[in-house]
Nanobody
Framework: QLQLVESGGGLVQPGGSLRLSCAVSGFTFNYYVIGWFRQAPGKEREGVSCISSGDGSTYYTDSVKGRFTISRDNANITVYLQMSSLKPEDTAVYYC????????????????????WGQGTQVTVSS
């Protein structure tokens, strides 16, 4: 059974950094796409950053480009989101999403994700 376990959220001051982790277990497919999504109160879920298994291509939504970096550990299928220069508008619940199949990171993020989800981790940026 596929499981996603997230960690790393918390409270940070504006300009600070956090690193989110998502560990995937129970995976049995050759291709996958994985990414981070966030949902703030009263807003729709947004694809923040995604990475595909095939060529490792990445996608970032415009508001996080240059501040966030997605990476993966293929051996353990763990994906990380390094978040720097955090802003109050980054405050949201962040979810890890995992899609089975050969999808591009851009497609997965812009589609809002599908497949399996982690439990979510709260990120609060506030002074």
């Amino acid at each position: 059974q596929l499981q996603l376990v997230e960690s790393g959220g918390g409270l940070v001051q504006p300009g600070g950094s956090l690193r989110l982790s998502c560990a995937v277990s129970g995976f049995t497919f050759n291709y996958y796409v994985i990414g981070w999504f966030r949902q703030a109160p009263g807003k729709e879920r947004e694809g923040v950053s995604c990475i595909s298994s095939g060529d490792g291509s990445t996608y970032y939504t415009d508001s996080v480009k240059g501040r966030f970096t997605i990476s993966r550990d293929n051996a353990n299928i763990t994906v990380y989101l390094q978040m720097s220069s955090l802003k109050p508008e980054d405050t949201a619940v962040y979810y890890c999403g995992f899609g089975e199949g050969h999808y591009s990171s851009t497609y997965y993020c812009r589609a809002g994700g599908f497949g399996s989800w982690g439990q979510g981790t709260q990120v609060t940026v506030s002074s």
